[in-house]
């Protein structure tokens, strides 16, 4: 069964605090997606990764095809970075699994 | 460039009633989604469309149907409405081929309620 898990499930950190999602898949794939879910409900792409490493601002990707996980990062998190993120893979051309989520609260 | 619409953003039918969500992207995208989103789960596939003309079923597509009407427009048709489609749905676009090499792009949402 293909499947996506996250960990951990929420997170609540103070502002400044290094942050780290974890992901990981069942089945071998060539890319993994990373996306921000905004409290409003709107979802943004983060990252699109095959390999190594991505580096966007504060935030960071990686990921080990081999080990079936990727992480994110957030440097000097911020009360801003307060969101759902959300892992996907894809499992088919079209398909993508997401993960269920994990909610990062950033306190001031 | 407003990327992907969705409407409408909040609706409230009862049981029974019919109603069509709209989606547009103005980025010449190939493939559109819709997914729903429920507490506790991951985004579910409902259907999709890989080309103008095509379209495919996804992990969830039953009490539903779809048309993509053009490049630009996918919709999502609930015939029968039931309170199991009270969910939040996204439609989201990608430039196409292999959703593993393509970033998606999804649209603010939209907020059903069946009572």
């Known amino acids: 069964k293909n499947e996506v898990e996250q960990s951990p499930q929420n997170l609540t950190a103070q502002e400044g605090e290094f942050i780290t999602i974890n992901c990981s898949y069942s089945?071998?794939?060539?890319?993994l997606h990373w996306l921000q879910q905004h409290p409003g409900g709107g979802i943004v792409s983060l990252f699109m990764l095959s390999s190594g490493k991505k580096k966007h601002g504060r935030l960071i990707a990686t990921i080990n095809i081999q080990e079936k996980h990727s992480s994110l990062h957030i440097t000097a998190s911020h009360p801003r970075d307060s969101a759902v993120y959300i892992c996907a893979a894809p499992f088919g051309n079209e398909k993508l699994t997401f993960g269920t989520g994990t909610r990062l609260t950033i306190i001031p | 460039n407003a990327g992907v619409t969705q409407t409408p953003k909040f609706q409230v039918l009862k049981t029974g009633q019919s109603m069509t969500l709209q989606c547009a992207q103005d980025m010449n995208h190939n493939s559109m989604y819709w997914y729903r989103q429920d507490p506790g789960m991951g985004l579910r596939l409902i259907y999709y469309?890989?080309?103008?003309?095509?379209?495919d079923k996804g992990e969830v597509p039953n009490g539903y149907n779809v048309s993509r009407l053009n490049k630009r427009e996918f919709s999502l048709r609930l015939e029968s409405a039931a309170p199991s489609q009270t969910s939040v749905y996204f439609c989201?676009?990608?430039?196409?081929?292999?959703?593993?090499?393509?970033?998606?792009?999804f649209g603010e949402g939209s907020w059903l309620t069946v009572v």
């Open positions: 089945v071998g794939i060539s890319a």
């Open positions: 989201a676009s990608s430039e196409g081929g292999t959703i593993a090499g393509n970033t998606i792009y």
């Open positions: 469309s890989a080309s103008e003309g095509t379209t």
